[in-house]
């Protein structure tokens, strides 16, 4: 089986990194700063999308600064990696040893996934990868569509696992399983009005999916 994994939230514990560095930058811009609910609750989308989406007033020119000062931020931050959320490494390897395939669908740009893969020193654990500057931003399904392509999977045999609504929704709309995680930015309750196949509260808890089992 496919199993497309979203980063943020879901693979890597970077919430909070997300929300500081959102909140230098904007102050830098002049920007108002926002809180961290407001700010989480963009995660997982593209930073321009995510950057409209707080700042609807904001103008052309201060939405290009605003991203080059969140980029910024990120890099100056990068002195201490983000953390792996518990349960990651083993479970990815044993979803391997078991024959499935790994794939990442994420909001972050290909630059900076390609950072995460060389700190963590797993990027060799997956087959495919989309990030938001590369095709159409969450929720729309077509990276989801692209990873299925470029793995030769059907549908029928793939799982988005995800940790916001934008990572349900597109796999709802090509009729692809998903999986919500419970510990990342959006609540319970609304990956359940997504009518996700599951919810899960830790990352090892995948495996105790059927599809998924050994």
Known sequence: MLVILDWDGTVCNSEARIVSCMQRASDRVGLPVLEPAAIGN???????????????????????????????????????PVALFDGVLATL???????????????KSRRGLNREFEEHGIGHLFAASRCADETASKPDPRMLSELLAETSCDVRDAVMVGD?????????????????????????????ECRPHQIIDHFAELLEWPPLVA
Not at 95 to 103: I, N, P
Not at 164 to 191: K, P, W
């Open 42 to 80: 963009i995660i997982g989308l593209g930073l321009p999308e995510a950057i409209s989406a707080l700042f609807p007033e904001a103008h052309s020119e201060q939405r290009d600064r605003l991203r080059a000062c969140y980029a910024e931020e990120w890099l100056a931050a990068r002195v201490e």
């Open 93 to 107: 390897d044993h979803l391997l040893g078991a024959g499935h395939t790994l794939a990442v669908a994420t909001g």
């Open 164 to 192: 916001t609504e934008y990572d349900l929704r597109m796999a709802s709309a090509i009729n692809m399983a998903s999986i919500g995680v419970s510990y990342g930015v959006h609540s319970r309750e609304r990956l359940d």
